[in-house]
């Protein structure tokens, strides 16, 4: 038995992921145990959780890798900090401390977090290594070929290359400081939404706006923007460099003033800056996809790094692009570099084969923990919660339809938790697609969040291409592909609503699921499988058999700056705190009203200041 156990760390979103004898034991996020969201600390919780989940301890580990060579990171930051001196010295004083404490010194902080148990080798992958190593992997080609863009690794900022059988190749890139993930993030933060985290909120805003500043863009932001994808960006425009923020005053001169304040109104200007970049970055990524299947010749592409989360991107790619197929690391992010790194090691340093067999081995991206029944019992019993227990999964299937049917809101809490950003189906808020109210009711009162946020939809796969402009049956397992609603379900706009423009076109029913319709008819796809989830796919045979709909609303289980629940007990109070109707626990239901009748309002008030807290 070979043992080998990926870390990501310090960076952004912490995690460890475990592969034994080539198999996905186990993977998750430090932030859904410590409830801080992208928590970028050490994986402590992580790592103890791989290692328990696979029964071993760390002296039976093998190899130990990390997924980035921190001593090349450091030599950029010291040259970039030089180049731009001295305006970068509050920036660069600032950094240098952990540098100095934790980052240098991964191999002790490693060993510290393995209880000094593990003797053996540390291997350091390059970050976009691992992301490839991601991508590939466990993706169902033989061969395809590779594309990663995130913010930055070491130098690099985007790579392409190819992989085949058990081996990858990365043989182009483009370098920092030019970097297609940071010119997204610069307008995350100048939107007024946080770096890192708010790139969804800016994609999920680019349709209530125009694309007005795309040329302003093209023209003076971005340089010599290439056929390849390739570009140049124009520093002076940035700050990020040398700076404790992503833009300059020329930045703020080009596009109308200062960053919006967090949290303050919304304007036309962000609506149309966020459709601006978006079509930006969907232009590159396409001419990116192109260039690719021109040098490779392959006709499958994978995908991964932080770009890669950017499903409206990933859509137009698989429609337009040249590729037969696409695959996408649903932890594109930092977390899935810690199970790139673990593959890496298993298929391209030891050399081992790898079996395809026409399907992806992430295992639905179901790798975190789980809580037997006996747990959930014991956290209901604590909570002197009210609830019935159904007999059958059958049973339970046809009593949460009925409620979903009766347009009421379920928070399903089954088997293991996800690992990335996207809750699949395990730790996820469920809603009726066909009421048109569905969308603001849970945007405000479940999720305390934007009120422009679109919901996800998940649907039979069978029944994709009826609801939405994708092939008979087409995977889309990880919510990574947005499509088009079909014209055949499409309901035509009222007159007021044809002219409406901005936040007001949220108002207006665009389809006969309006509640996972978005303005622009497009839709974030997630299609459910009897294979991957056998639970989720009878709950929605049940929905479709009661109501002639195989589409549900599919959103994450947790309130705004919180992570998705990982226990019971983290499901529970998330319950409490919004206006959810049900709670399914396993086979066990519990509704909101029968709670109410045994806490008092003030414990409830309490419930909702600490969830409503940003």
Known sequence: MTAILGISAFYHDSAAALVVDGEIVAAAQEERFTRKKHDHGFPQHAIDFCLEEAGLSPDRLDYVGFYDKPLAKFERLLETYLAFTPRGYQSFRQAIPLWLKQKLHLPREMSRGLRDGYSGRYVFTEHHESHAASAFFPSPFDEAAILTLDGVGEWSTCCYGVGRDNKIQLTHEIRFPH?????????????????????YKVMGLAPYGKPVYRDAILEH????????????????????????????????????????????????????LAASVQSVTEEIMLRMANHVHNETGMKHLVLAGGVALNCVGNGRVLREGPFEHIWIQPAAGDAGGALGTALFIWHQLLEKPRDPRGHDSQKASLLGPQFSDADILSTLRRHDAVYTSCDSDDDLCDEVADLLAREKVVGWFQGRMEFGPRALGARSILGDARSPTMQSVMNLKIKFRESFRPFAPIVMREYVDRYFEMRPCED?????????????????????????????????????VPAITHVDYSARVQTVDKERHPLLYKLLSRFHEKTGCPVLINTSFNVRSEPLVCSPDDAFQCFLATDMDALVLGRHILLKDDQLRRITEADRDEHLVKFQLD
């Open 476 to 512: 889309s397992p990880y919510m990574l592909l947005v499509a088009p609603v079909r014209q055949e379900i499409r309901t035509k706009p009222e007159s007021n609503d044809e002219e409406s423009s901005g936040i007001d076109q949220l108002h207006g029913c665009r389809s006969s």
């Open 179 to 199: 970097s297609l993930g940071l010119l997204y993030s610069a307008f995350t933060y100048y939107t007024g939404f946080r770096v890192n985290s708010g790139e």
């Open 221 to 272: 932001v971005l340089l010599d923007l290439k056929q390849d994808g390739s570009f140049r960006m124009d520093m002076s425009y940035f700050d990020y460099c040398h700076g404790l923020t992503m833009t300059s005053k020329k930045f703020h001169r080009l596009f109308g003033g200062p960053p919006r304040k967090p949290e303050s109104q919304l304007t036309q200007r962000e609506m149309d």
